[in-house]
């Protein structure tokens, strides 16, 4: 696989340098990418990087994952408009732990073959330097005409005389460069990517190994990913959209991708899944024959769901996602954690029902007329149960008087009510 080729049919170049296509092709290389590991999962807007070093490793060269455990101590001020927190080092360590746990759903880290992806963290090369031995042996070789035309630079500068850039942020793409030298003298490494906010960072780091080095180093960067609405990409009403399952659940997740525009799913299956080429085109034409079955975006969410959460996780959404439709069972209501279940029926009203009144069971009569004010009147109540138009955890309620008690609550404390086909409401009983 040819893999400046593979990204450029994805979208997944911006800018790249001259002669790095002739040097991928010659043999083995090394690249790296840097995550900021200000948290302890991976967001999707962390995604395009990732799957970059995916295909990278598919083309059959070795992938690097920098840590920024030096870096995230300073805070990169490209694309920002003001200084960030910076974390301590337990904080920084616990952070890589779970991040690395993530990418090895995306990279080899395991095996024995000569290209396995490896984790590094520039603290740990950082740590011992001196801030003296620092500007003597890197500083020296940088000019400070140089690193004001950068366009991270130019903007904080010219943004809010309030906020300014501090110094240890005006030399982070000096640490940065350090980086890409560093790897390129111990690890072989000779391209760096990253988004193109990084571009020139990135350029720092190759004049750094040209100067101090006399070596050749080179850069890729991708597009900031952006939604065809002009709405940021990975941000929802409540956030960002993790990988961690704690954080935004598989359900969530899946639904992110499913609800994309036709627009954005054509752009993103591209890059953010491994379809080849033709199979890309032919889901795009089955999607123009027949928009409205959303053959594009079911796919998306299935391959980005299954690459990220695991096949089960992926048929466990699909499933939820089908409750509200009418054809959910009720074992997969009560297989679902309370922020699966939340998450599907948001916006449905809720009812506070005491604990104290199911205790020897209530006829649903009384439960959903008296307890709860779901219908207005026992004479509705009744007339829609008989007409078999009320069903209670996705189980249709036989008589007036059938009983319901706490056994029957979903995550202890839920009660899922349907009148007719779409009509839901939630007991919150405690």
């Known amino acids: 696989m040819n893999f400046v080729e593979e990204l450029k049919w994805r979208g997944m170049i911006h800018d790249i340098m001259p002669g790095t296509e002739d040097m991928l092709e010659k043999e083995m290389t090394a690249a790296y990418v840097g995550i900021d590991p200000t948290a302890d999962s991976l967001h999707i807007g962390h995604l395009v990087s990732v799957m970059m070093l995916k295909h990278f490793q598919v083309a059959g060269h070795k992938p690097i994952v920098l840590v920024g455990g030096a870096t995230g101590m300073i805070g990169d001020p490209s694309m920002k408009n003001a200084e960030r927190n910076l974390l301590d080092e337990a904080t920084l360590r616990h952070n890589q732990d779970c991040i690395k746990q993530q990418l090895s759903n995306f990279l080899d880290f395991g095996s024995t073959v000569p290209n396995r992806a490896e984790m590094v963290n520039n603290y740990d090369w950082m740590k011992g330097i001196t801030f003296l031995d620092f500007i003597r042996d890197i500083g020296k070789h940088i000019t400070v005409n140089y690193m004001m035309a950068k366009d991270s630079v130019k903007k904080r500068l010219s943004g809010d005389a309030r906020e300014g850039l501090s110094f240890t942020e005006f030399t982070y793409q000096l640490v940065q460069g350090f980086d890409f030298l560093h790897l390129f003298q111990h690890n072989n490494c000779r391209l760096q990517m990253g988004g193109s906010d990084q571009w020139g960072n990135i350029t720092t780091g190759t004049e750094l190994i040209r100067r101090v080095a006399g070596g050749e180093a080179y850069a890729l960067t991708c597009p900031l990913i952006t939604k065809a609405d002009g709405g940021k990409f990975g941000k929802t009403e409540s956030g960002n959209v993790w990988l961690d399952p704690e954080r935004t659940s598989p359900y969530q997740f899946y639904q992110f991708w499913l609800n994309t525009s036709d627009a954005d799913a054509e752009k993103y299956i591209k890059i953010f899944t491994l379809l080849s080429r033709q199979g890309v085109a032919d889901l795009v034409e089955e999607h123009a024959q027949a928009p409205h079955a959303r053959a594009l975006q079911k796919r998306l969410a299935e391959e980005v769901t299954v690459m990220v959460h695991g096949r089960e996780a992926y048929d466990f959404a699909v499933e939820a996602s089908q409750i509200l439709f009418g054809k959910g069972a009720t074992e997969t209501l009560q297989k679902m954690d ?51 138009g009320v069903s209670i955890n996705k189980e249709k309620v036989a008589a007036p008087d059938q009983l319901v008690d706490a056994k029957s609550l979903l995550n202890g404390k839920y009660l899922l009510v349907q009148k007719g086909k779409k009509n839901y409401s939630l007991l919150l009983v405690q």
């Open 338 to 388: 309370e922020k699966t279940l939340l998450s599907v029926f948001e916006g449905v009203p809720v009812f506070e029902v005491a604990l104290s009144t199911l205790e020897a069971g209530l006829p649903a009569i009384d439960l959903l007329s008296e307890a709860a004010a779901i219908f207005p009147s026992k004479g509705e109540a009744r007339r829609t149960i008989a007409g078999g």
